[in-house]
């Protein structure tokens, strides 16, 4: 295969790194700054454009966008009318989604939104749990992601990049990747009651903190805090079941499970990670992504997430933003 990455920042080079471990096939890159595609061509020996359309001209079989969010759909719109499979990073800003959706739904196209924590092997094991009723019915979960914002790329200026700005800002993105996952273990968000904003001295304009109230068509309810502003991050989620409890801590990177008739813990601990240095997600949930896509593209398997389902999530972002507005709770 021939496989273009658009855009060689901290994602692109990811992925360039994600299917090299594929061995996927040839890989180009693409990015209007001249020291990202240097850094590109040094650290991983791809060729590199500095143009979207001598990138294109290379004939690719398949597209990565890992655009800052406002330029995902654009770039989506433009190779989907190439008639050539994309994949996208987490979507934020909706500007032409629906556009997309028109002109993908029914192709035989491989239009593929980011997922990634729905291969995480700790939210999978989540997943699982909940489905097979092993501590009963889930009736409610809370739910904290948090990371101090200069933490996520050390190596330059947090005011600098996209995540400073007020619609594509850190807090507002990790709001839909969070409910990416959430709404694939509990279900579609029903309702919505939300309060965000900024409380910290980080030298943006943007909210840095949203807690969100949410009901699921499952019956399960949760509490879904995300911040941008924890000096140690963190992951961690408490399900509360009929019959006992289920916990995912990031940090010691397992699932355990408290059965109330056994009245005792069961532990799934997560297999040996593969990391890159800097980084503090490891690598694997996103080489299975990039497997899923490619078997998508070969026809072994079907894309298991739609710009549609992402036009859902979108909604709900909308909906906490207007409940922490509006002081009421919101249905999607």
């Given at each position: 295969m021939k496989l273009l990455i658009v855009g060689l920042g901290s994602m692109g080079k990811r992925r360039i790194r994600n299917l090299q471990h594929l061995k996927a096939g040839e890989?180009?890159?693409?990015?209007?700054r001249?020291?990202?595609?240097?850094?590109?061509?040094?650290?991983?020996?791809?060729?590199?454009c500095e143009s979207f359309d001598e990138g294109m001209a290379w004939r690719p079989d398949a597209v990565i966008i890992s655009t800052p969010?406002?330029?995902?759909?654009?770039?989506?719109?433009?190779?989907?009318?190439?008639?050539v499979h994309f994949f996208t990073e987490l979507n934020v800003v909706d500007?032409?989604?629906?556009a997309l959706i028109a002109l993908t739904e029914g192709s035989p196209l491989v239009a593929a939104p980011s997922c990634t924590f729905r291969f995480h092997p700790s939210v999978k094991r989540l997943e699982r749990l909940v489905a097979e009723r092993t501590v009963g019915p889930i009736l409610y979960f809370s739910y904290h992601s948090g990371q101090y914002l200069p933490d996520w790329h050390p190596?330059?200026?947090?005011?600098?990049?996209y995540v400073a700005q007020r619609h594509m800002g850190a807090g507002r993105e990790m709001v839909p990747f969070e409910l990416n996952w959430l709404t694939w273990v509990f279900g579609r968000v029903t309702?919505?009651?939300?309060?965000?904003?900024k409380v910290?001295?980080?030298?943006?304009?943007?909210?840095?903190l949203y807690q969100c109230l949410l009901t699921f068509d499952s019956g399960v309810n949760g509490m879904l805090l995300v911040d941008v502003v924890a000096r140690v991050a963190t992951r961690l989620m408490r399900c509360y079941g009929e019959d006992g409890v289920i916990i995912w801590d990031h940090d010691i990177r397992s699932v355990r499970a408290w059965s109330s008739p056994e009245r005792a813990w069961t532990e799934y601990p997560e297999p040996d990670p593969i990391n890159e240095p800097g980084y503090l997600v490891a690598e694997d949930a996103y080489i299975?992504?990039?497997r899923h896509f490619i078997r998508a593209i070969h026809g072994e398997e079907q894309y298991r997430y739609s710009f549609a389902e992402d036009r859902e999530i979108l909604n709900v972002l909308r909906a906490a933003e207007q409940s922490s507005h509006e002081g009421v709770v919101v249905r999607p």
């Open positions: 890989i180009f890159g693409f990015d209007p001249a020291d990202r595609r240097e850094e590109s061509a040094a650290r991983y020996g791809v060729k590199t969010p406002d330029q995902h759909l654009p770039y989506a719109l433009s190779v989907a009318r190439a008639g500007d032409g989604l629906d190596y330059e200026d947090y005011r600098s990049y309702a919505v009651s939300c309060l965000k904003g910290s001295g980080l030298d943006v304009d943007i909210d840095d299975d992504e990039m």
